[in-house]
C-alpha cells in the first residue's frame, strides 16, 4: 500500500471555541476516530470529524497530528444530534462532542485500570484479637469487625472511614485480613411475564404499531404498571439485535431497578449508565452500547448521548424530573435531547409518568405532538390509591411539631405491624439557628442562605457551599447564649419520633446518611427484612420504590413551595407529593396518607387529596397561559457573576441595553434581576430573562447577543453563561 499523502482533517477539542481545529495527518483516518495533537502548549486527544478538507490556514500555521488512536469515538448520527444541540444550547461543538465521551478514553497517556477488591477474614481474625487492638483505635476496630462479621468490598469500606486503606493495610500486616480480585456477579430469579389487562395492552398495542418517529406519553397513577408495559415492548424491540435506551431520574436507578431488569431479560446483556460507576466499568458499558453488545441500557440524563450500534426506541420514566436537565456546562434537557435523537433515528420515543411535566401534558393534550395514553387502575390485584387526608397542623410546643392525629395514626399502623414512611424534605437539625431577642441568625459567609443546624456532626452547615462551622453558643450580636434552632429537618424529625415511639426501629434517610447506591441497596433489603418500622426521609424515598408493608406515608412541612417565587414551584410540590403519597398502599393492605398543613383549603393540596392531575394540570396551564410563561413562550436566561457586585452589574446593565438595541421584535428582554439566592460560594449573581413566542427567533436573537459580548473584549472578565429551556429560577 502506497504510503497515504498528506491531507487536511479537522478536528473536534474539548475547548470552549465554538469551532473545529485543522490538523495535517499523514496516516489513514476515519471519521470519529481519536487522535492525539497539540493544542497550544499542551497535548490533547481529539476527535476527527472531517476528513481532506480545505484551510484557510497558510501551510507553515497547520501541525501535525501526532498519533492516531484505534478508539472511533463519533458516528455520523450523533454528529448530528451534537450540532443540533450544539446550536439549540449555545455551548461550544467541541465542547459538547466530548461531553460524553468516557474521559478514560481521552488519556494522553495510556493508564492502568482500576479493579476492585473484596476483604475477607483470616483464620487469626476472632473475638479476642479484635479486644487485643487499643481501644484507642477505633477506626481499626470498626473496620476489623465488620470484615470479621462478613467480607467486605472496598466500596462498603469506604462508607466507613475515608482512611479505610490504611486500616485495612495495617490488618493485612496483621495477618487478619486477606485481600483478593472480584467481579460483581449477581444471582438473579428469572421472573415470571405478566399478563397485560386491557388498558396496558391497548397501549402496547398502539405503542408496538409505530412505523418510525412517533412521541408517546403514558400518563399512569403510581404502581399502574408503566414499567410492565415498557418491559413488554422491549422484548419486541430487542429481537434482531435491537437496543433500547431507557432514560430514568438520578435516584430512580437503584439496584432494585437493574435486577428487575436483568431478571426480565435473562437472555440479553442489561446494562446501566451513571455517574456512580467507576470509570473502568463506565468505558466498559459504553462499549457494549457502542458495539451493540448490550441491548437494554439503562441510564442517567448523559446516556442520551451514547453511540449505539441499532437503538430501536428510547423509553423515558419519569418524566418530569428535574434531574434530567443538567445545571451546568451544557445545560442540556435529556427529554427534548431524547426526542431528537429519536426523530432523527426515526424511532419511538415513550415518556411515562404520574405527574407529567406541564410542558409534555400541554404538548400532549392540547398540541397533539405526543400521543397520550392513560393507565388508570393500580395493576396489582385489590390494590388501590391511599385514601389522602389533609390535616390542619395545629402543633404546638408540646406536641413539637407533629399533630396528635399524626400520632395515632402511627400507633395505629405500627399496631398493624405495617411500616411507616415520614417525608419532610429538609436535610439537617434545623434550617435555622435563631436569636430572639434580637432577631440575628447564624449565616452563611458566602452565600445569601441561614446555616443548617446539623446535629448528628454538631455543626453549622451552608446547604449550598458546603461551609461548614461549630454551632454558636451565643448570639454574635448581643451575646444572648439562648439559642433556638428553628423549623424541623429530619434530625429532628427522627428525635422526636424515637422518643415517641421508643419501640419502634427508626431510621433516617436522606442525602448524609446515604451516600452510594449499594448504601441505598442495603436500606431496602432492610425494608423487606423488616428491620425498619419507621422511614424518616427526604425526597431521596419519593420513587419509584415498592415497600409493599408500607401502609402509612405522613408529610410534614410542605407548605413552604406555596409562596415561591419560582413558577414551576406547585407542579414541583405536586408531583413530590403524589409520589410520596403513591408509596403507600402498593401491596394489598390499604394505604394511608396524612399531609400536615397549614392550609388544608389549598387548591393544590385539594387537588392532591383527589389524586387528581388532571385538573391541577389544567388549572396550571390556564395560568400559565395568562402569565405568558412556559409552554406558552420559550424562555433563556443569562446568569452572570462576579466577587465584585459593582462588576457584575454594570455588565449586567451593560448587556441589558445591548439587547434591547437587538432589533428583533419577537423576543422580549426582561429587567436584569438578582435571583432568589443573590450570593453564592463569594459570588455576586444577576440574570437576565428572555422570552419569545418563536424557538428559532430566540435562538438567532442569543447568536446575535453572543457574538456582540464577544466582541467587546472588556465584558469577558465576567463569568456568564446561558440557559435555554431553564427549569431553576
Ligand atoms: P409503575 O411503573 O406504573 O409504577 P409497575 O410496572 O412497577 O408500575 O407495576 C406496579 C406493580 O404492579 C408491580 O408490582 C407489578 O409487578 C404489578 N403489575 C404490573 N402490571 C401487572 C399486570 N398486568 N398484572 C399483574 N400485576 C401487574
Ligand atoms: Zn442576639
Ligand atoms: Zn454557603
Not at 476528513?51 to 501535525?64: F, G, P, V, W
Not at 426526542?339 to 411515562?352: D, E, T, Y
Request: net charge positive.
Amino acid at each position: 500500500m502506497n504510503p497515504k499523502e498528506t491531507s487536511i482533517v479537522k478536528v473536534a477539542i474539548d475547548v470552549p471555541i465554538d469551532d473545529f481545529f485543522d490538523y495535517q495527518c499523514e496516516e489513514n483516518v476515519a471519521f470519529g476516530q481519536a487522535v492525539l495533537v497539540p493544542f497550544g502548549s499542551r497535548k490533547v486527544i481529539g476527535i476527527v470529524v472531517e476528513i481532506d478538507s480545505s484551510t484557510e490556514l497558510e501551510a507553515h500555521q497547520i501541525k501535525k497530528i501526532i498519533r492516531v488512536d484505534d478508539d472511533i469515538l463519533l458516528n455520523e448520527e450523533l454528529f448530528k444530534l451534537f450540532k443540533f444541540v450544539s446550536s439549540y444550547y449555545h455551548y461550544p461543538i467541541g465542547q459538547t462532542i466530548h461531553i460524553a465521551v468516557p474521559s478514560n478514553l481521552k488519556k494522553t497517556e495510556k493508564v492502568l485500570n482500576k479493579k476492585s477488591y473484596i476483604y475477607e477474614a483470616t483464620d487469626l481474625l476472632n473475638k479476642s484479637a479484635i479486644d487485643q487492638i487499643s481501644a484507642r483505635k477505633k477506626n481499626l476496630i470498626e473496620i476489623a469487625k465488620v470484615i470479621f462479621k462478613e467480607k467486605q468490598t472496598d466500596e462498603a469500606l469506604k462508607m466507613i472511614s475515608i482512611n479505610w486503606k490504611k486500616y485495612v493495610k495495617e490488618l493485612i500486616t496483621l495477618n487478619f485480613v486477606r485481600e483478593r480480585e472480584y467481579q460483581k456477579t449477581k444471582i438473579i430469579q428469572k421472573t415470571t411475564v405478566l399478563k397485560l389487562n386491557q388498558e396496558q395492552s391497548e397501549i402496547y398495542e398502539k405503542i408496538i404499531a409505530a412505523q418510525g418517529f412517533e412521541a408517546f406519553l403514558i400518563y399512569g397513577i403510581t404502581g399502574s404498571g408503566k414499567t410492565e408495559v415498557y418491559m413488554h415492548l422491549i422484548e419486541q424491540y430487542v429481537k434482531n439485535n435491537g437496543q433500547v435506551l431507557i432514560l430514568v431520574p438520578e435516584i430512580n436507578l437503584t439496584p432494585q431497578l437493574e435486577d428487575r431488569f436483568t431478571s426480565r431479560f435473562s437472555n440479553y446483556l442489561v446494562i446501566s449508565l451513571h455517574s456512580q460507576l467507576t470509570q473502568k466499568k463506565r468505558l466498559e458499558n459504553w462499549e457494549q452500547a457502542k458495539n451493540g453488545k448490550a441491548q437494554i441500557i439503562i441510564g442517567t440524563r448523559l446516556s442520551v448521548f451514547t453511540p449505539f450500534k441499532n437503538l430501536r426506541a428510547i423509553i423515558m420514566d419519569e418524566e418530569q424530573d428535574l434531574s434530567f436537565k443538567q445545571h451546568d456546562k451544557l445545560r442540556y434537557h435529556a427529554r427534548d435531547v431524547a426526542m431528537m435523537r429519536a426523530k432523527l433515528l426515526n424511532i419511538p420515543f415513550i415518556a411515562g409518568s404520574a405527574t407529567p411535566s406541564i410542558e409534555i401534558w400541554q404538548r400532549s393534550v392540547n398540541e397533539n405532538k405526543l400521543l397520550l395514553h392513560k393507565l388508570s387502575e393500580r395493576a396489582v390485584k385489590d390494590a388501590t390509591l391511599p385514601k389522602i387526608n389533609l390535616i390542619k397542623d395545629e402543633t404546638n410546643k408540646e406536641n413539637e411539631g407533629i399533630s396528635e392525629y399524626v400520632i395515632s395514626a402511627i400507633k395505629h399502623h405500627l399496631d398493624l405491624r405495617q411500616q411507616i414512611l415520614i417525608f419532610i424534605n429538609r436535610r439537617g437539625y434545623a434550617p435555622v439557628l435563631f436569636c430572639s431577642s434580637c432577631g440575628w441568625y447564624a449565616n452563611c459567609s458566602r452565600c445569601s442562605s441561614k446555616l443548617v443546624v446539623h446535629r448528628s456532626k454538631q455543626h453549622l452547615r451552608c446547604h449550598h457551599c458546603d461551609y461548614q462551622r461549630e454551632i454558636d453558643t451565643s448570639c454574635k450580636v448581643c451575646g444572648n447564649v439562648d439559642l433556638m434552632s428553628l423549623g424541623s429537618g429530619t434530625q429532628k424529625v427522627e428525635e422526636r419520633i424515637s422518643k415517641l415511639f421508643s419501640k419502634a426501629l427508626v431510621r433516617r434517610v436522606d442525602r448524609d446518611t446515604i451516600k452510594t447506591k449499594a448504601s441505598l441497596d442495603a436500606l431496602y433489603q432492610d425494608m423487606s427484612d423488616k428491620k425498619i418500622d419507621i422511614l424518616v426521609g427526604t425526597q431521596m424515598l419519593s420513587k419509584g420504590h415498592d415497600f409493599p408493608n408500607l401502609s402509612l406515608v405522613v408529610v410534614l412541612d410542605s407548605d413552604n413551595a406555596l409562596y415561591s417565587s419560582d413558577f414551576r414551584a406547585s407542579e414541583r410540590l405536586f408531583s413530590q407529593l403524589v409520589q410520596v403519597a403513591g408509596r403507600a398502599g402498593r401491596g394489598s393492605i390499604p394505604g394511608e396518607v396524612v399531609i400536615q398543613t397549614n392550609f388544608p383549603e389549598h387548591p393544590l393540596y385539594q387537588s392532591v387529596k383527589n389524586q387528581d392531575y388532571e385538573s391541577f394540570a389544567s388549572e396550571e396551564i390556564s395560568l400559565r397561559k395568562e402569565l405568558n410563561f412556559p409552554p406558552f413562550c420559550f424562555q433563556a436566561v443569562l446568569r452572570a457573576e462576579s466577587k465584585n457586585k459593582k462588576n457584575v452589574k454594570d455588565f449586567i446593565n451593560h448587556l441589558y441595553s445591548m439587547a434591547k438595541q437587538i432589533n428583533t421584535e419577537d423576543v422580549e428582554v426582561f429587567h436584569p434581576v438578582q435571583p432568589f439566592l443573590d450570593r453564592l460560594k463569594g459570588f455576586e449573581r444577576y440574570q437576565i430573562y428572555f422570552h419569545s413566542k418563536n424557538r428559532s427567533s430566540l435562538n438567532k436573537f442569543l447568536n446575535v447577543l453572543k457574538v456582540e459580548i464577544h466582541a467587546n473584549k472588556h465584558l469577558n472578565r465576567i463569568k456568564w453563561n446561558l440557559d435555554v429551556d431553564p427549569v431553576d429560577f
